[in-house]
């Protein structure tokens, strides 16, 4: 009998053992025991020089790192600590830290800000000598001929490339896909364009493809040539196969679809004839760098910054002399690119921004036929701007990491007791934090560990230790942090990628704002197991834990995701005294441990909490979920082992509409409303959830913003979630202060409110005096042909907004006052609406942007003075492919 077969009827006298087995205790990190050492300051400056390092004569950055090395090989267990001043610091090249930059057990060299300084560790360029073409609005500046970047950052945040659909070119669209491209004769408006670009100009530029391979993808590729006779467009190789012609695989559990290559590009990028407002464009070869600033903006007034780099800091040592003992505290990680996807690789998306860049076969092993590269998934990751290799007692903690074209920060290779505490993540092109690597699902099989070095460490050349379970990414901690606003430029990362590891602490973190899964473990590791064929894949897995993290407006772009996203093994079995027989309470001790997270606001979700091809050996315990899709907790063709117990989730559980697995044991579950309150979940859990909600307090925050409400109507109190909350909060309804608000955590408050209250009332700045603000879901508006959206994450007023797409779909509201405001959305889909007030003449608005990007619960349209008394709007949708509302203000 197999060790699976023997599980299931030995089960259920084990559940009591299992409970007191796995009961989790989170710590602040037990601090490493220190011994007295003698005690260095160094101090560096953005325009630091010389060798001195004194707080009256700082050294460059790299001067500091020469006078750290100094101290340490004349005293290697010094504190040494390089304090840095406010400024930019702009690196010429990667700043790199190996064995000859570290401290000791106890005494870590430390990188810290001065006090009240934010210094910016930068890998870009600030453009200056802009002029204007003519009168066109646009400004070129000269650049470096060697200039290549995906990213151009304006005043700190990332502008949009060049780039229209189809549809607002002209294309007609009957096009018809080929396995080496498209043919486009038959669309005139196609053939003149491209016609009109040079060869040059034609093979930089970009299709992208939301959707393509799968809802949970967004693939990109090239064009590599025009053929005006021939009216055929040649696709960059091996993107174009990669992405329509994948090979298939054998006993799959999951599907890695091709997309059909008569699928149209929903987007074209990456030419200056595409150049809109508040658009760029790079002419790396010809030096120059093009931007059409929106209307009112001025080139004098603007800071704009072109990466250079693509990795800025990098942490690498070699198992045999790793890297260690260093924190980095209060510094910024910005401006930095990541250029692979712009080669002829592209990027062919497979999940959660892992990507095929080989044969069509990459990564499914004996699988496919003929066989591909080996172990099973070995997939090509993002590069990660910060990274640390073969590393240990490595600490980041009140670190800011924004502006960034990659994944933000990356740990793998054989890092040990990693800390990862309090920083804040936004603003990144790529998934946040990635921790482990592709290749090393099973680090002592000999055959993988060419692979290894190749692909999961810069210094593979380099390693002289043998790779085995030195190799295992372990004792890694991510505590604290803040994550939002993340893939931005590609939508199918996730907030958190967790690959391979052991005892990995995921704890306590917010994640929000996010366009696809919140925090994953084990992407595409079980694509060809479930419970009818559990080992065909295996890996190192074990003793890991997703606990206590606050996630909400996640899959806000991509679909088929969850709060909490699982797939493959998740433990380290453990066998009874026979050898044979699998110990399903020490087993599951070492599988995940899912517990006491909390997620609501993700509407489109298939399971908040996911256990999808493969999974087995999670523990779900004590998780909420409201407002979150469709069912709390499910999957397609895990292999099982799962036990849900004690969660309070407002959808049903245990759905498996693919195949059935092993085994579930769900007890103890509470059904909650869709929009709890605050008599529906247990207080203590939401005071243990989210940043700050342990021993550690954060230095870094964000502003203070309600995300929930919950309902109003005859209620004293409400429950209101959010970011940024702190016991200094304040609370208002309408313009009044609120008296005795409860506050649970950073994401959560108990509110008490006065009969009649609306939820748009309740804010944490106060409204306008004698004003009111109307959410769009509000009693008072009357709706026709509009329909109703949430969790879009885009910062809509309450997180929802209403929407048409029919001409003539209208919202009327009927109020008394002496001034009204239309809140929507400026967005290139967008289009004009009508505005007409107590049946007067219809004024013509427009809500499209000038700056060519979207600016959600903006005010579109405020009236004039209107005599004190009864009034109607009705606001009408005109044109255009949206129209959005977001309430009134009265």
Not at 286 to 307: F, H, I, W
Not at 731 to 738: A, E, F, K, N, S
Request: proline residues 7%.
């Amino acid at each position: 009998m197999s060790p699976q077969g023997s599980i299931t009827r030995r089960l259920l006298r084990r559940v009591g053992p299992i409970a007191a087995a796995l009961g989790l205790i989170l710590t602040a990190p037990v601090a490493r025991s220190a011994t007295a050492a003698p005690s260095v300051t160094l101090y560096a400056s953005p325009s630091g020089a010389g060798s001195i390092c004194s707080s009256s004569a700082p050294c460059s950055l790299s001067g500091a790192q020469e006078a750290v090395r100094t101290h340490l090989a004349a005293e290697g267990s010094a504190d040494v600590s390089v304090v840095l001043a406010d400024g930019v610091y702009r690196l010429s090249k990667t700043w790199s830290l190996g064995p000859a930059d570290s401290g000791t057990p106890g005494h870590p060299v430390v990188w810290r800000s001065a006090p009240g300084a934010h210094p910016v560790i930068s890998g870009a360029s600030r453009v200056t000598g802009w002029t204007e073409r003519g009168s066109s609005g646009v400004w070129s500046a000269p650049v470096p001929s060697t200039s290549d970047s995906r990213q151009l950052y304006i005043d700190g945040h990332q502008a949009p490339i060049a780039q229209a659909t189809p549809a607002g070119l002209g294309f007609q669209g009957s096009w018809t896909g080929t396995s080496t491209g498209y043919t486009i004769s038959g669309d005139p408006a196609a053939m003149a364009w491209f016609g009109s670009l040079t060869a040059r100009q034609v093979a930089g530029v970009e299709f992208g493809y939301p959707g393509g391979n799968g809802p949970w993808t967004e693939s990109r590729c090239r064009v590599a040539s025009f053929s005006a006779a021939a009216g055929t467009l040649r696709m960059s190789q091996p993107c174009w196969t990669n992405v329509t012609g994948r090979a298939s695989y054998a006993q799959a559990s999951g599907g890695l679809p091709s997309m059909s290559p008569h699928t149209m590009p929903a987007r074209i990028e990456n030419a200056q004839a595409l150049l809109g407002s508040g658009q760029w464009f790079l002419d790396g070869a010809g030096g120059t760098l093009y931007y059409k600033p929106s209307a009112g903006r001025q080139m004098s007034g603007l800071d704009v910054e072109l990466p250079r780099l693509e990795t800025l800091v990098q942490g690498a040592g070699t198992l045999a002399a790793p890297v260690h003992d260093i924190t980095f505290s209060g510094l910024q990680f910005s401006f930095a690119t990541w250029n692979a996807p712009s080669t002829s690789a592209g990027f062919a998306d497979v999940q959660s921004n892992l990507r095929m860049t080989g044969a069509n076969n990459q990564g499914m092993c004996t699988f496919s036929n003929p066989a591909g590269s080996c172990p099973w998934g070995s997939l090509a990751q993002p590069l990660a701007n910060v990274s640390f290799t073969a590393s240990k007692n490595i600490t980041l903690t009140g670190n800011r990491f924004t502006g960034l074209g990659g994944a933000g920060l990356g740990v793998m290779y054989g890092a040990a007791n990693t800390l990862i505490q309090g920083n804040e993540f936004t603003d990144i092109a790529s998934t946040a934090i990635l921790l482990g690597c592709t290749y090393d699902p099973l680090p002592t099989n000999p055959s993988d560990a060419a692979g290894i070095k190749r692909n999961c460490t810069p210094n593979g050349a380099n390693e002289t230790a043998a790779i085995g379970t030195n190799e295992i990414l372990t004792g890694t901690t991510v505590a604290d942090n803040v994550i939002h606003h993340i893939g931005t430029d590609y939508s199918s990362a996730s907030g958190i990628t967790l690959l391979f590891s052991q005892h990995t602490t995921i704890t306590r973190n917010n994640l929000y704002d996010l366009p696809y899964t919140g925090i994953t473990a084990g992407v595409i590791q079980g694509h060809v197991n479930q419970a009818s064929t559990p080992q065909n894949t295996t890996n190192i897995n074990s003793s890991n834990t997703i606990s206590d993290n606050i996630l909400h407006d996640y899959l806000s772009v991509r679909s088929d995701g969850g709060a909490v996203y699982v797939e493959g093994h998740q433990a380290r079995y453990v066998y009874e005294a026979d050898g044979t027989t699998i110990d399903p309470v020490r087993t599951l001790a070492k599988g995940l441990q899912v517990t006491g997270n909390i997620a609501y606001n993700g509407p489109t979700t298939n399971f908040t909490y996911y256990n999808d091809a493969g999974s087995e050996w999670i523990n779900w315990q004590r998780n909420v979920a409201f407002r979150a899709g469709d069912k709390a907790h499910g999957g397609c063709s895990p292999t099982g082992h799962f036990w849900i117990t004690g969660n309070y989730f407002s959808a049903g559980i245990q759905s498996y509409p693919c195949a059935q697995p092993v085994d579930t044991h769900a007890s103890g579950n509470t059904a909650i409303p869709a929009t709890p309150g605050p008599a529906d979940l247990p207080h203590a859990l939401l005071r243990a959830a989210g940043t700050g909600s342990g021993s550690f307090t954060p230095v870094l925050s964000v502003p203070a913003r309600i995300f929930y409400v919950s309902p109003t109507a005859n209620a004293t109190e409400v429950l209101v979630a959010g970011e940024g909350f702190g016991p200094a909060t304040p609370v208002y309804i309408g313009t009044t202060p609120v008296a005795d608000v409860t506050h649970l955590s950073s994401g959560f408050m108990i509110v008490p409110i006065p009969p009649g209250t609306s939820a748009g009332q309740i804010s944490v700045t106060p409204q306008v005096p004698g004003s009111i603000r109307l959410n769009d879901d509000d009693g008072a508006i009357t709706y026709s042909g509009f329909a109703y959206a949430d969790g879009r994450s885009y910062g809509d007023h309450r997180n929802d907004v209403h929407y048409a797409t029919s001409n003539g779909s209208t919202a009327s509201l009927t109020f008394t006052g002496t001034r009204v405001t239309v809140h929507g959305e400026r967005n290139t889909d967008q289009g004009n609406i009508g505005i007409s007030i107590d049946g007067g003449p219809q004024q013509v608005v427009s809500t499209l942007p000038s700056d060519g990007v979207r600016h959600a619960n903006v005010a579109v349209y405020t009236s004039g003075p209107l005599s004190p008394g009864r009034h109607t709007i009705v606001v009408t949708k005109l044109s255009g492919q949206y129209s959005t509302l977001d309430g009134f203000t009265v």
